[in-house]
């Protein structure tokens, strides 16, 4: 697969030609995703797809597409242990391409399906970030965390709304003590 960041190109006219565009990029280059890492995994491999099509649909006459998937880790910090934790993201969605942002709005409250306004600089980086930042969890979290935890906290687990449990970031103010 090349290297390559996801470009800023015509969707419209990608669509009309049924451009199908792959790459993989690093999390460095997406801004807002090493925010969230807080700098951890600058060289995490992020690769991606879109897919633009036409696609026969006879609700909506001729209407162009985008298949965006993207594969990527971030890590963030485990809200229950409070070490790193790499959530791997997989986002596989279809997406509508209209004319304009007013069709955009007006098409997206009518429809089941995501509709996207094109644009004749649509921005794939930019759509592939809103994408991964929406995917990852609030409270993120191992599945199993790897360090012993005492065993009234282990039992919490099962019930994640106990009160008993510690605050999540109950650790935070013991580190700062
Ligand atoms: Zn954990």
């Given at each position: 697969?090349?290297?390559?960041?996801?470009?800023?190109?015509?969707?419209?006219?990608?669509?009309?030609?049924?451009?199908?565009?792959?790459?993989?990029?690093?999390?460095?280059?997406?801004?807002?995703?090493?925010?969230?890492?807080?700098?951890?995994?600058?060289?995490?491999?992020?690769?991606?797809?879109?897919?633009?099509?036409?696609?026969?649909?006879?609700?909506?006459?001729?209407?162009?597409?985008?298949?965006?998937?993207?594969?990527?880790?971030?890590?963030?910090?485990?809200?229950?242990?409070?070490?790193?934790?790499?959530?791997?993201?997989?986002?596989?969605?279809s997406?509508r391409?209209?004319?304009?942002?007013?069709?955009?709005?007006?098409?997206?409250?009518?429809?089941?399906?995501?509709?996207?306004?094109?644009?004749?600089?649509?921005?794939?980086?930019?759509?592939?970030?809103?994408?991964?930042?929406?995917?990852?969890?609030?409270?993120?979290?191992?599945?199993?965390?790897q360090?012993?935890?005492?065993?009234?906290?282990?039992?919490a687990?099962?019930?994640?709304?106990?009160?008993?449990?510690?605050?999540?970031?109950?650790?935070?103010?013991?580190?700062?003590?």
């Open positions: 697969m090349p290297l390559l960041h996801p470009p800023t190109l015509d969707s419209f006219q990608a669509a009309g030609q049924g451009q199908c565009l792959q790459g993989q990029d690093v999390l460095q280059s997406f801004d807002r995703l090493l925010d969230q890492s807080q700098g951890q995994g600058p060289d995490n491999p992020l690769t991606w797809q879109a897919r633009f099509e036409h696609v026969a649909n006879p609700a909506y006459g001729n209407p162009r597409c985008l298949h965006l998937t993207v594969r990527v880790s971030v890590p963030q910090v485990c809200q229950r242990c409070l070490c790193p934790v790499d959530l791997a993201v997989a986002i596989d969605r997406f391409l209209v004319e304009t942002e007013e069709l955009a709005s007006e098409q997206d409250a009518a429809s089941t399906e995501d509709v996207l306004a094109s644009s004749p600089a649509f921005d794939l980086a930019a759509l592939i970030e809103d994408e991964v930042l929406m995917a990852l969890p609030m409270v993120p979290r191992h599945e199993v965390c360090v012993a935890l005492p065993a009234s906290v282990a039992d687990d099962f019930a994640a709304d106990d009160p008993a449990r510690p605050h999540p970031f109950a650790g935070l103010s013991r580190l700062k003590a």
